[in-house]
């Protein structure tokens, strides 16, 4: 048995799915996936299906924006210094960059900047206002940051520096005193949609700068978009399909460098390129060193500069994948020491501030709780990220302890904050508080929505095609996720350089399918190549050597029943070590408590003939009757079991003495007897019969009372009864011996599976007689 990590819940087709499907003209398949993204007319269908320019909303519904334009056009007539003021992540060098770009069609005279997150933080702050006031600067435009620089915005008040904020980051309780604020999430703000990203507001703000949209920096707003997790509906859905095309058009030196060097597919491009291939890299630079490389990467016109700047941030990509690893071990066994943990909150002394986010990703993942990472330096300051789960508003719960920050903001499933290290306690404290507060323990427990149920043989390149009718998918439109249950598994191992990743083949009919689980290597060490697996995951195409194949990306998996995993001929070692050991008899018990002091071993007959759920068979019984019996009592509870039953085949590879062979024995002993060992001896020579043979058929007729053994010499009975073959214990040993040796031992491991199956299945008498009385 493997059980899920997340409930899976089924999303049902209704009978309407149908009537969408007659009236768009599309499958049943495509109008039951509309639906569940709240399509249900055939307007609405037909607008998210085919997105256009419509869909985009008048950059003047945002409050603010006419008294930005102003001011910019000001700037620009008068030849003021303008500086764009970005972040470090990819949607803030993507809206830097479009800023620019727009500053630079309109003639302005302009330049950006972008803290350092290591030694600056995050955001406005009072010593870069100075230096860009210093530098001649008058008027700064903030993008993607900026709503909650109150003190900043103040400080560039006093020395003669303009502020126009634009942001879509939660609003806090003040605001800063800015000559103008665009946000769609202001209380005071009617425009129709509120996720833009950061990169989508600087795009309204330079369709209203230009009067038109700029449509060559569309590419731009689908990385920022896509990469900054914002619901891919509405105005977002069109920026990301329409960016997406954008892209695959590579006109942008940089990013063409960078997908060459990322080794990317395409174009096309997908989301998925952005979300997992482009976006990382430009993270990473912010995330390890200085974002200004990414910034210069969006904007560089020099095809050579451009793939310098690329293979730089893909080194630096590699550095944050290494730092990623080491941190994210570390919090895991910072969380082992906690006790009862509701939310999970650790911090460590020279973590690297740049990738918490990611650790705090992790731990989400792994324990389904809120989790903050905190990086703390020499001087007790403390940086960290915070990661939510559904059901928990990370900012309102941290908004309570603001007085706790010195920095903060974010949204609910999100945010950044810097805190003195000494205050970590009291934030852990009211994160368990409210966490313990609000959620319930049936809300721990992950979901995962399954929109579609099919075999192996249903999975085509023409279903995943059909399928992509709904791209670009993410946030808001996540890819469909599909069950494929009970299946046959052909082949499963683990792949990558530390082994952790699984790579699986499942079966039907005639039909396989390829799939991979990243961070799912436990799924080749849990499951049985004999059991059938149900798996659910996201269908993508891939692409190997001119060949093009379905393959399914792994989310989860369950085997239901038990499982019986065939470890016949190799060492106990190779067990489980939380696996209770089995065996038959107190010698062997005893033999292997010598050797391995770390195991449980019992005995079969130790636990009222009943097996733990997880157990290793490690002796094989004398008889098959001896784990038929355990297995029945057990049937119930069994959930996984270790087949090692490590010892020989003897009794079955005994040549066994036919009664024509015992007839001639028992006359020869009658004729000659007293008989000797020597006579025996020659006895072998002269019948060509073994040592244990005679043995044996001497221990048979000894029981049988038909000879006795007499100070070595065996002679015929005095009054020997008439008795069969089959009531000499030792003739009977060595058939049910010989039994448990070919079902057990020799036996497939098809073939051992289907005795274990029909062994399971089993009740006992006493279990039937309680049953059938209900």
Known sequence: MLQANTKWQMKTQTMKADQLASVLGVSPLTAHLLMNRGCETKEKAEAFLHMNEDRMHDPFLLHGMKEAVDRIHKAVIDKEKIIVFGDYDVDGVSSTALMCETLQKLGAVYDWYIPNRFTEGYGPNVNAFQGLRDGGASLVITVDTGIAAVESVSFANEIGLDVIVTDHHEVGPELPDAKSIINPKKKNCSYPY??????????????????????????????????DLVPLVDENRYFAKRGLKQLGLQKRAGLRSLGEVSGLNGPPFSSQDVGFGLGPRLNAAGRMASAKPA????????????????????????????????????????????TDVDAVVVSGVGWNSGVTGIVASRL?????????????????????????????????????????????????????????????????????????ETMTEEEFIPVTHIELSLTVSDVTIDLIREVEQLAPFGMG???????????????????????????????????QLDCIGFRKSYIDD????????????????????????????????????????????????????????????EEKKQQLQRLDTESTIIRADEADSTMPSTCALVELPDSLEEIEALLTQSSASVKNVYVAFQEEAVSYFMT?????????????????????????????????????????????FRELEFVTIENGL?????????????????????????????????????????????????????????????
């Open 477 to 511: 439109n996540p890819k469909p996720c599909v069950l494929i249950e009970e299946s046959k598994i052909i082949d499963k191992r683990s792949i990558g350089a530390k082994k952790n990743h699984v790579k699986m083949q499942l079966a039907d009919d005639d039909a």
């Open 194 to 227: 509120k996720d833009l990203a950061g990169v989508g507001v600087v795009l309204k703000l330079s369709h209203a700068l230009l009067g038109e949209v700029p449509k060559d920096g569309f590419d731009l707003v689908a990385l920022g978009t896509i990469s």
């Open 526 to 585: 849990q499951v049985s190549m004999s059991s059938s697996i149900s798996v659910i995951g996201e269908l993508e195409t891939n692409e190997w050597r001119g060949k093009i194949k379905p393959q399914l990306i792994l989310k989860d998996a369950q085997v239901n029943g038990y499982q019986l995993f065939d470890v016949r001929g190799k060492s106990l070692a190779s067990l489980p070590a939380d696996v209770a050991r089995v065996v038959f008899t």
């Open 364 to 436: 989400v993942e792994k324990f389904n709780r809120p989790a903050i990472v905190i990086a703390q330096d020499e001087h007790g300051v403390g940086k960290g990220s915070a990661r939510s789960i559904p059901g928990f508003d990370l900012y309102d719960t941290l908004s309570e302890v603001r007085h706790l920050f010195t920095h903060f903001g974010g949204h609910p499933m999100a945010a950044g904050l810097t805190i003195d290290t000494t205050h970590i306690d009291e934030l852990r404290r009211h994160m368990n508080k409210r966490v313990n």
């Open 714 to 774: 065996i002679n015929i009975h005095h009054a020997p009864l008439k008795k069969d073959l089959k009531d000499a214990p030792t003739y009977m040993m060595h058939q049910t011996r010989v039994d448990a040796e070919k079902t057990l031992l020799l036996s497939s491991s098809e073939e051992l599976k289907r005795w274990f199956d029909q062994q399971l299945k089993r009740k006992l008498p006493e279990r039937e007689e309680l049953l059938s009385g209900l």
């Open 656 to 700: 066994v003495p036919s009664r024509e062979e015992f007839k001639w024995y028992f006359a020869f002993i009658k004729q000659k007897g007293p008989i000797s060992k020597n006579e025996l001896t020659q006895l072998e020579k002269y019948k060509g019969w073994s040592e244990p043979m005679i043995k044996f058929m001497t221990n048979v």
């Open 295 to 338: 910034c210069e990467l969006l904007m560089v016109k020099d095809t050579e500069e451009a793939l310098v700047l690329a293979e730089q941030i893909d080194h630096l990509n590699q550095d944050r994948q290494e730092t990623v690893e080491r941190i994210a071990e570390e919090a895991l066994k910072s969380v082992d020491q906690e």
